[in-house]
Nanobody, 123 residues
Framework: QLQLVESGGGLVQPGDTLRLSCAVSGFTLNYYTIGWFRQAPGKEREGVSCIHSTGGTTNYLDSVKGRFTISRDNAKNTVYLQMISLKPEDTGVYYC????????????????WGQGTQVTVSS
């Protein structure tokens, strides 16, 4: 059974840093592409970043480019999202999800989802 568990969220101030983790179990991470999505209150879930199973391709939402970095450690079955210079508009519940094949920014392209971790950026 595929399982994804996000952690690392919290309440931070603008300009702060957070690192989210997505720990996976029930499957071999090596063969899967991982996406990070977020959902703010009253808004649709949007794709934030994605890393291909090979680790050779990464995608980012335009508004987070240069501030967020996605990485994977297959040996630890974990994918990370390093977030620096956080802004209030980064607030939301962050989810990781998985699929086989290329990256996508569409929620419908992905299968299993974690329960999410809350990120709140506020002064």
């Amino acid at each position: 059974q595929l399982q994804l568990v996000e952690s690392g969220g919290g309440l931070v101030q603008p300009g702060d840093t957070l690192r989210l983790s997505c720990a996976v179990s029930g499957f071999t991470l090596n063969y899967y592409t991982i996406g990070w999505f977020r959902q703010a209150p009253g808004k649709e879930r949007e794709g934030v970043s994605c890393i291909h199973s090979t680790g050779g391709t990464t995608n980012y939402l335009d508004s987070v480019k240069g501030r967020f970095t996605i990485s994977r450690d297959n040996a630890k079955n974990t994918v990370y999202l390093q977030m620096i210079s956080l802004k209030p508009e980064d607030t939301g519940v962050y989810y990781c999800t998985t699929r086989r094949g290329s990256c996508s920014s569409s929620t419908g392209a992905f299968g299993s989802w974690g329960q999410g971790t809350q990120v709140t950026v506020s002064s």
